[in-house]
């Protein structure tokens, strides 16, 4: 009974801990200023302009930048607004592309 | 012995495709690289991401800059005459042709409309807008105009053509989405891969001193020629590195002793062929130097013959002489 009871303490104390993390991390996708889609392909005007194209016209998507050398296409957010992982995987995939990776705010060098 | 049949298939399989992607050792042509502009800084003419580019009838050359969102009019020399665009009149400026009666044509990628200017810049009227429709777009990448002023469109995601008057209206349209599975495409000088009239992003467009339609159907990485009422005619290419092949067809433009010039995107060269589609020649390859290209998208050639690309990874037009092509 003990143990039962220790064991349900331990939980509660993790769920605790991990409770704030999560949080952030959605925050983090919910207001990220900037949001950066690996794109694979991503090498001549005729596709890279559709990509920015579709990107632009997402609700909560101010400014599109696409960095054709490395295949990545970064998306400045409106404040306040969010933009979601499913309108993004689409647009890139109306633009006839597969996202790679999703990295909400600035991507590592 | 069907396993000995299977694997001498299998053999013979990856040997054509081994030969498709070997670059073929061809003596290329020296390329007559005349002069080059665009690439260093300057308030008047320097160019961002230019894109396409045509010589008028007064023998100026228009370019369309997409990042910039701007056309630009230099003389054949590159001395800069006009601009002129914004970001009021222009999102993404891409294709640019011109009427034999001077009339500039533009098309707008990301508004998905055509715009009509005089040869100074003075807008006159526009048409079209966002769909699947008649007279709608999805990217209208390029256009081209015949001798009788009527205009002819890439809707680029709508994989198709659009034919229109000198005025907007609506006349027809051809083609739909089909890709050329990539097997086929390289080895379509044994089995003819078919799929006429069918495109898979078609960039550019260009009508020929006959009257004839030229499509670069890009990502099928081929060229498709049709009459004016959009019957197929002929095509040739296919995907690879050696002459006669491409790797994304880009610009298109015809000589005057009747070559046609057509840019091979990814393999950084302009290619020349005959009107039937017989590879003749080539010249360019990957860098930064004269007669190097980053990704050529557009082609131009003036009365004299000689050939203006559009070098839009290196920011630049380079002029070629075109007495030797």
Not at chain 1, 99 to 108: E, F, L, M, S, T
Not at chain 2, 25 to 41: L, M, N, P, Q
Not at chain 2, 250 to 273: C, E, L, M, T, W
Not at chain 2, 274 to 287: I, M, P, R, V
Request: with cysteine; hydrophobic share 35%.
């Amino acid at each position: 009974m003990e143990i039962e009871k220790r064991s349900r303490l331990l939980l509660v104390m993790m769920l605790m801990l991990i409770a704030p993390l999560l949080t952030q991390s959605a925050k983090a996708e919910e207001m990220s200023a900037e949001i950066s889609i690996r794109v694979d392909g991503l090498t001549c005007p005729f596709c890279a302009y559709g990509l920015e194209k579709k990107l632009k016209r997402l609700d909560g998507a101010e400014k599109i930048h696409i960095d054709i050398e490395k295949g990545i296409a970064h998306i400045q957010v409106v404040e306040g607004k969010k933009v979601e992982e499913k309108d993004l995987k689409q647009a890139v995939e109306d633009a006839g592309f597969t996202a790679k990776d999703i990295i909400y705010g600035r991507p590592q060098k | 012995m069907k396993t000995k049949y299977r694997s001498m298939l299998s053999f013979f399989t990856f040997f054509l495709l081994f030969l498709s992607l070997v670059r073929c050792a061809e003596t290329k042509a020296i390329s007559d690289f005349v002069i080059s502009w665009g690439a260093e800084k300057s308030d008047r003419g320097q160019l961002d991401e230019p894109f396409d580019a045509v010589v008028g009838p007064k023998g100026h050359l228009y370019v369309t800059d997409a990042r910039q969102q701007k056309v630009l009019k230099f003389d054949t020399d590159g001395k800069f005459v006009l601009q002129w665009g914004d970001a009021k009149r222009f999102e993404k400026p891409t294709g640019i042709t011109v009427s034999e009666d001077g009339f500039v044509y533009v098309s707008d990628y990301d508004n998905d409309h055509i715009l009509k200017f005089k040869s100074d810049g003075t807008f006159i009227k526009q048409w079209g807008r966002s769909g699947e429709g008649e007279g709608e777009f999805d990217s209208p990448s390029s256009l081209a105009v015949d001798a009788a002023g009527n205009v002819y469109v890439t809707d680029l995601y709508n994989h198709r053509i659009q034919k229109f008057t000198s005025e907007g209206t609506f006349l027809l349209s051809w083609g739909k989405e089909g890709k050329v599975n990539n097997m086929r495409s390289v080895l379509n000088f044994i089995f003819d891969e078919g799929s006429e009239n069918l495109f898979y992003y078609p960039a550019k467009i260009a009508v020929s001193p006959k009257g004839e339609v030229y499509v670069s159907d890009s990502y099928n990485n081929r060229v498709q020629v049709f009459d004016q009422a959009g019957r197929f005619l002929r095509k040739w290419g296919g995907m690879g590195f050696w002459g006669g092949r491409f790797r994304v067809a880009s610009g298109i433009a015809f000589g005057p002793k009747g070559h046609v010039y057509i840019a091979d995107f990814y393999n950084n060269r302009v290619q020349i062929f005959n009107a039937e589609g017989k590879y003749l020649d080539q010249w360019g390859d990957e860098g930064t130097e004269p007669g190097q290209f980053e990704g050529p998208t557009g082609l131009a050639v003036d009365q004299d013959g000689d050939i203006y690309v559009v070098d839009w990874g290196n920011h630049r037009i380079q002029k070629f002489s075109g007495n030797k092509k």
